[in-house]
């Protein structure tokens, strides 16, 4: 069909002869076997199908042809173009995210964890490898994205000297996507002079690369301080957009020359 649709998923019989061809829904005279096609179809799709020219034996033989292209013929563009399709995107400021300027590193871990791709132990325990699915820094619950990014002890340690305390019910309410999305597009959550979304991506990911060395470094131990941390690298991540701005100071140097 022109929409793509193949016959036989509309097909209103139960049990489908999967080696009919074309010329078999045409009777002797060249036109289309009306009985045949209301049997076995919507009457929509039959005066569909009624619109069209019905074949003639000298229009050549029966061949499979591709949608998506003019020729009918395979194309590596029609085959991804067709898998496009099959593809639900996720709604969400994505322009935001990749528009921030700061590490790319940073950035490449925020839309994995927005699409909640991080490998947790949550995730390892459903794919039955034996790993346990408690969170292995407090053990008061699953490792999901959430938990180590948001709900740990640990992490609400962090947070809750970051965000405004006004904000502090809906930042902790939210599920994992639509905190990572309501974050990023809020500036208002914060108390500093730094913009919001610069901090929160700053903090996400300095709280999983904390967790994931506590687990596989045995000398790692966690910042004394984990504000100072977090904070200096957010206030030289600004400085540098600032920089980008309004350009480099210019400079007059002395050059001796003998």
């Not at 395979?74 to 085959?79: E, G, K, P, Y």
């Not at 019910?169 to 500036?187: A, E, K, P």
């Amino acid at each position: 069909m022109s929409d793509g649709c193949s016959l036989m998923n509309i097909c209103t019989q139960q049990t489908i002869d999967t080696t009919l061809t074309l010329k078999d829904t045409i009777i002797e005279t060249d036109e289309w076997d009306l009985n045949f096609l209301t049997t076995n179809l919507p009457y929509i799709t039959v005066n569909q199908l009624v619109a069209i020219p019905a074949l003639k034996e000298t229009d050549g033989s029966d061949s499979i042809g591709r949608t998506g292209t003019n020729t009918r013929h395979f194309t590596i563009q029609s085959a991804y173009n067709l898998q496009r399709e099959r593809y639900c995107s996720i709604e969400g400021n994505w322009k935001r995210l990749w528009s921030w300027k700061g590490p790319h590193r940073i950035q490449t871990f925020m839309w994995i964890a927005a699409h909640e791709r991080l490998l947790t132990n949550y995730c390892r325990s459903i794919w039955g490898s034996g790993i346990s699915h408690l969170c292995p820094t407090c053990g008061n619950g699953d490792e999901t994205i959430i938990h180590a990014l948001r709900d740990c002890v640990q992490s609400i340690r962090v947070w809750l000297r970051l965000v405004s305390s006004n904000h502090m019910t809906n930042f902790f309410s939210l599920n994992c996507r639509d905190w990572i999305f309501d974050n990023l597009n809020n500036n208002k959550m914060g108390s500093h002079k730094i913009e919001w979304q610069t901090i929160f991506m700053v903090t996400c990911w300095h709280l999983w690369m904390w967790m994931n060395k506590s687990i596989f470094e045995e000398e790692f131990h966690r910042p004394f301080n984990p504000i100072d941390v977090i904070l200096k690298m957010a206030t030289e991540i600004h400085n540098c957009k600032q920089t980008q701005i309004s350009g480099w100071p210019q400079r007059t140097d002395t050059i001796f020359i003998g």
